[in-house]
Each structure stands twice: as C-alpha cells, then as structure tokens.
C-alpha cells in the first residue's frame, strides 16, 4: 500500500466519489464528484481536456440547459450545451437559472481551485481513480493509461498513479483480478454492480469498490485548519437541523431534555427490569401484524432489519401461518392497490404491504406508471426478503422475533392454537435458535400461553390503527423497555429515511 499527498475521483459517476469517502481517501469535495454525463461512450478524453484546459469554459451559464424536475432529491437537473455533463445534485428546484446558477458557480470554483491547490502541493504521489458505470460504455485500459500520461504531463513535479477499476460482469469480489501495467497503473476487473432488490440499474456495491481502493492507497490528511472547522461545523448544523433547533441555545436545550430523558428511561421500573433481562441477539425482526414493532425499534436503534412483514398489514393468524409455510404464496395472484390504506394488498393471501414509493395521499393523483413501478419494486423485493427470512432462521445466529398480535384476535378462545400455528410455520421454514416474543396489550396478556421458544410481553396499548407511527400514542416506554430486552447484538446503519420521517 502507497500513501499519498492527494487522492482524487475522474469519474465516471458519483460512485467513484461515494467509494473514495467510505474508504476514508477523499476528504473534501472535488469537481468532478456529484456530475454525471451524457456521453454514451467513454468520456475521460473531454474530463481531461477540461483539466488541461484549467476548467476555463467548463460552467458557463449560457451553456446550461434545464432538463427536468428530479423526484429523488428534489433538484431540477441541468445539461452543459459544450460538454456531455449533466448536474443532478446542484441546482434548485423550481428556481430560475438566473437567480441558481452564480451560488452553484461559486461553489465549482471553490472546488476547482482547491483540487489546483492540492495537485500543486503534492509531493510524495498523486493517485487518480476511475471506475466504470453499470449502465454505461466501459473505458478500455488504453483510454485510461492515455488519460494517465495526460494527467503526469499536467503535474510534471510529481509522480502520478492510476487506478482503473473495470466492471466485469458475473466476476465475483473474492475473484477479482488485478494488473500492475507498469508506471504505477493498475487495472482492477470484477462485477460491482449492486443487484439488490429495488436498486436502480446505475447502483454500485460501494462497499466492494471502497475496499479495493483501501487495499492499494491511503492518504495524508491534506486539510486546512479552516476547512476542518468548517467540515465540523456544517455537521454540527446539520445536527441541529434534524433536531429542529433554530439556534445553538436552542440546540443546547434540546441535547439536555434528551439526556434528562434518557436518565428517566433507566429510573422507570419497567425499563431496569428490562435491562437487567437485557439479552443481545444476532437478528431482531417483526413479525408484523403491522408496521407497529418495525415503527418501535427504529425509533429505539435507528435502522431496521427489513423481513417481508416490517411493513405489512396482516388480519388473519391462519393467512400468516399459510404464507410462513409457503412464502411462495405472496404475489402469486398479483397485487390490488388500496387507495383508502395507499398500500398493495396480496390477492392470495390478503396481507397488505406498503410500497417504497412516496404517494400522494390522494390516490386519485396517482400517475399509472408510479404504480406500475411501485409493485414491481414490491414483488421483486418481498421475493429477495423471503430468502432473506429462509437464511436467517435456519442457520445458527440468534434470532428474536417480535410478534404484536391485535387484542381482538387474542380475545377469541383459539388464540394459542393459532398462535402455535404460526410457531410450527416458523419452525417448518427452518426456525432455530429463536425466541418467539408475543406482544399484547396489557388487558389481554393473561390469555396467551407460553411455550417452548416462546415468550410473552405486553404494553399499556398500541397505536391506534389510523396513527401506528405516531411516537407519542400507545406505550413509548413499554416498546422501549421492550427493545432493552431483547436488542440488537449488532446496530444496523440507516441507509434512508422511512416514509413516517417523509411526510
């Protein structure tokens, strides 16, 4: 492994920034980071002509042109008339160019003359790396090393690496293969395409590119004092802003109620019990009968562990003891949308599962192909997560699943045979080293047995079934008692916001 004075992305995609950060070797913004382009075939030639050109005409305002409205981020997304690039993270929705583009050109020229600065400065080694797109004409080692000995010739008081790294479809990480073609170029081929359920077709296996990138390079920490403190201080606002504090005092105030309330959590009775029962599992995951527990643990730990039923509706103890035996049962019929629940409902099995897409609460709004897109996304994702639940509660990791089961269903007489219907469901799927845990609502607990790999709790009462992801209904301290007890061995990242922190 080298270590270098500055280490920096050429593209092809904001990927290849993404991946140098996660591997800890980019440490500011640069200026080809967050651009895409709109060239079909290799597009370094005109990258490096803008280099070699000091980025003179690269943004001008008369050369952008408004292409459309981004849903994801909500940017409104422009192209360059004199170069094949297009900005989607940049400019602002609904805001005339004129009055957008003189902030989005000063921050470029903030970017410019800092990657300037750094090539200048550098000493001991720059590295410069390419990656291929999924979706995208993939560059040949030829077109790279001459972007290679272009970059050298811009920088001919140091020595300049290349790192290109090549998507190879069907070649795995473990068997990726790696050429040292002379004058510190190195070409890397393996499939970094992230194949997820719901990833768009441009997605990348991050993680996968940040470890190969590690395991060739590391990089000085060539940050300004100044640009430190301000690194820190934008996070500290953003801190701020997601605690919805107007001003430091504010912020400060607000650290302190929650540090007080974090207090009280471990005096209350229920709470001590529970952390002195506390027990960590491998995988922590809902059972459903709605979106209830999945609500409750992110609210407790952050992410959520995704099983098919995190964020469904289920009614019926039989339907789900029919479809843990047969998870090939779901969507086998199709799905029908339900406008009053704005939610897919299984014609087989009549579970109801919520889509990813953010619609509008009036369903009649609703463009076709949304919904269209919506279902797919929802057939090919409850397929990955019924593997998933398969793997996961087969093999030897400890398993907590978390069942909350509406009070009426546990006032019937059959309520324990149903519910050891669903226990031999899970069991028949491969079920080991779990713990079943039954959640009711106080009232009712006294009329669920207890069994083997089975346990029951309750809350005061659950959320009322028009408001399931409001924090302050139901038994806040129950549920967190609740995930005190049975937590999470390990704290899994949040990768989005959930749809309740959307609206």
Known sequence: MKKYDFIFGIGRACACSQALRRAGLQLLSLPWDWLATTSDGPDLDFRLHIMENGFADWLQEEDLKFVNHLADNGKDQYKNLRYPIVYPHDFPRDVPLHE???AVKEKYDRRVARFKRLMAEAKDGILAVYMDSPVSAKADVETCRNAHR????????????????????????KDRTTED??????????????????KPDYAVNLQMCADTMKSFAAVRDYRTRAEINAMA???????????????????????????????WDLMIPRMILSRIRSRKYDHVLSLGMNCEPAF????????????????SLCSDLRSLAEVLRHPELTGSEGFSFVDTALMWRCNRTGISFHGKQMLPVDASTIAPE????????????????????TRILSDESSKAIIFRVHSHLVRKDDINERLDAVQQALE????????????????VRERIASAPNRVVRSVKAFNPGNAVVNPKL????????LYAEFAPRKILPKKHAFKFEKH
């Open 181 to 198: 073609l002379d004058e510190g170029f190195v070409h890397v081929s393996f499939d970094f395409k992230d194949y997820r359920p719901g």
């Open 474 to 481: 139901g038994d806040p301290i129950g549920w967190k008692a």
């Open 100 to 102: 957008s583009y003189p």
């Open 370 to 389: 949304l919904l269209a897109a919506d279902k797919a996304d929802l057939a090919q994702r409850l397929a990955y997560l019924n593997e998933k639940l």
């Open 233 to 263: 201080e934008r996070t500290r606002l953003k801190k701020m802003q997601a605690a919805g504090a107007n001003s430091s005092w504010e912020y400060f105030l607000i650290r302190r109620r929650r540090e007080l309330a974090r207090l």
């Open 296 to 311: 409750r643990f992110s609210l407790s730990w952050g992410g959520v562990e995704s099983s098919p039923f995190s964020w």
């Open 150 to 173: 272009r970059l050298q010739a811009l920088c001919p008081h140091v020595k300049v690496d290349f790192l290109m790294i090549s998507l190879e479809s069907g070649r795995s990480f």
């Open 428 to 443: 028949a799927r491969g079920a080991r080293n779990y713990t079943l845990v039954v959640v009711t609502e106080r009232a």
